[in-house]
């Protein structure tokens, strides 16, 4: 197993690129064996592989150092589809890849720098794969609705069309589809509901909860965001549990934050977990296992269950 440093980005590195950070860190690398530790594929940022020289860190950022290459970014071919029409995809996305690239990422990025592709970019390709066909243009516009962190694996509902897109949209506003997680955390966990609220900053300059009143007045905003997580134990063994995750909402990272503020992160989770020099699993361990939710056209209900991950063993 490999074995990694990790750093976390304070006041006076923020700004900085990675490799003036790594420097900092670790004064007995120069610039040349900096820049070729980057091409190693040997650092990573919140988790994620980085090989852009001119990668920028802002406050909280964790930098891991590790004695062994990364494995290789997720590729187009890793995206399987399991179904699909005119109006929409459901695909299993592998862990490492972002659903859809945010602007502000793609800013980050200086021009012809390496970038992990996401899966709203790679989708046309694997549909032309699937169909043995070239698309047209018209064919290959792909519409996100919701969203798997980037570190997370599992299903999700692609639109193909701007009226599914709505439709999917409206759907997943009222809560209506069915999500259900998987993940292994540390230490047991009883059966619950994890009712909070949601902020971007809640004063470690990440996205959790806050402590709000027992108003029934509060409603959601854009800066404050009800969050609720319905969690299951399956099977727990030394020291840790498979947990079933059903979302009632569908906040970014919910799963991750609430079950870190619980007190049993995900194993794997460099966000949102303690920072470790090395990691019991290779990835995070959440997995995106069951998504259903009524056809944006038809109205037909479609129901898809997922296989949990093999690179993330589970006691027989």
């Known amino acids: 197993m490999a074995h990694a440093q990790t750093n976390a980005v304070d006041d006076s590195l923020a700004g900085k690129t990675i490799l003036a950070a790594l420097r900092a860190w670790w004064p007995e690398l120069s610039w040349k064996l900096a820049?070729?530790?980057?091409?190693?594929?040997?650092?990573?940022?919140?988790?994620?592989?980085?090989?852009?020289?001119a990668r920028r860190l802002t406050v909280g950022d964790r930098v891991e150092l590790s004695d062994k290459p990364r494995p290789k970014a997720p590729r187009h071919e890793q995206i399987c589809i399991r179904y699909y029409d005119e109006d929409l995809i459901v695909a299993e996305k592998p862990a490492g890849m972002l659903t859809e690239?945010?602007?502000?990422?793609?800013?980050?990025?200086?021009?012809?720098?390496?970038?992990i592709p996401s899966l709203d970019e790679l989708l046309p390709r694997v549909l032309a794969d699937y169909e043995g066909r070239r698309l047209q243009p018209e064919e290959q516009a792909v519409f996100i609705?919701?969203?798997?962190?980037?570190?997370?694996?599992?299903?999700?509902?692609?639109?193909?069309?701007?009226?599914?897109?709505?439709?999917?949209?409206?759907?997943?506003?009222?809560?209506?589809?069915?999500?259900v997680y998987w993940a292994i955390v540390k230490g047991r966990v009883a059966a619950q509901t994890i009712r909070t609220h949601f902020v971007r900053d809640r004063g470690d300059g990440k996205r959790g909860s806050v402590e709000r009143p027992h108003d029934k007045s509060i409603t959601d905003s854009a800066d404050v965001q009800l969050a609720?997580?319905?969690v299951k134990p399956l099977k727990s063994w030394r020291g840790q549990t498979l947990l079933e995750c059903r979302l009632e909402t569908g906040r970014t990272n919910q799963i991750r934050i609430h079950l870190a503020e619980?007190?049993?992160?995900?194993?794997?989770?460099?966000?949102?977990?303690?920072?470790?020099?090395?990691?019991?699993?290779s990835r995070l361990?959440?997995?995106a296992m069951e998504l259903e939710f009524?056809?944006?056209?038809?109205?037909?209900?479609?129901?898809?269950?997922?296989?949990?991950?093999?690179?993330?063993?589970?006691?027989t």
């Open 35 to 53: 820049r070729e530790t980057l091409a190693a594929r040997r650092v990573a940022i919140n988790g994620v592989l980085c090989q852009d020289e």
């Open 101 to 115: 690239r945010p602007a502000a990422e793609a800013k980050v990025h200086k021009p012809g720098a390496s970038t």
């Open 145 to 179: 609705v919701h969203r798997l962190d980037r570190d997370a694996s599992g299903l999700l509902v692609v639109a193909r069309s701007l009226e599914a897109r709505e439709a999917l949209t409206r759907q997943f506003a009222a809560r209506t589809p069915s999500r």
């Open 228 to 230: 609720i997580t319905h």
């Open 262 to 281: 619980l007190g049993h992160p995900i194993l794997g989770d460099v966000k949102y977990g303690p920072i470790v020099t090395e990691q019991p699993v």
């Open 285 to 287: 361990a959440l997995h």
């Open 294 to 315: 009524e056809h944006p056209l038809t109205g037909e209900t479609l129901q898809f269950e997922s296989e949990w991950p093999k690179e993330l063993p589970l006691p």
